[in-house]
């Protein structure tokens, strides 16, 4: 059964920081590439950050970089995000994204989500 669990979320305030984590269980983690989306009231959900299967070099939304941080410990089975300089608009729902793609077929997971929420 495949599961991916966020955690990590909660309230902070501007300026504040957190870190989201995402266990994955049910299938080869390491075999995944892992993204976080996040989803606001009202908006459609947009990439946050991703990172490949080995681990390399992440990608980010232009408005996030040097805010945010992604990375993954295979060991772990976990990816996590770190959060930095949080604002309001960074309020939303965060998924985390198990993605893994070959000429013929898509895996693609989903976790359940975890909030945060930027407020002072």
């Known amino acids: 059964q495949v599961q991916l669990v966020e955690s990590g979320g909660g309230l902070v305030q501007p300026g504040g920081s957190l870190r989201l984590s995402c266990a994955a269980s049910?299938?080869?983690?390491?075999?995944?590439?892992m993204s976080w989306y996040r989803q606001a009231p009202g908006k459609e959900r947009e990439l946050v950050a991703a990172?490949?299967?080995?681990?390399?070099?992440?990608n980010y939304a232009d408005s996030l970089k040097g805010r945010f941080t992604i990375s993954r410990d295979n060991a772990k089975n976990t990816v996590y995000l770190q959060m930095n300089s949080l604002k309001p608009e960074d309020t939303a729902v965060y998924y985390c994204n198990a993605l893994f793609e070959t000429y013929s077929y898509v895996y693609d997971y989903w976790g359940q989500g975890t909030q945060v929420t930027v407020s002072s």
């Open positions: 990172i490949t299967s080995a681990g390399g070099i992440p």
């Open positions: 049910g299938f080869t983690f390491s075999s995944y590439a």
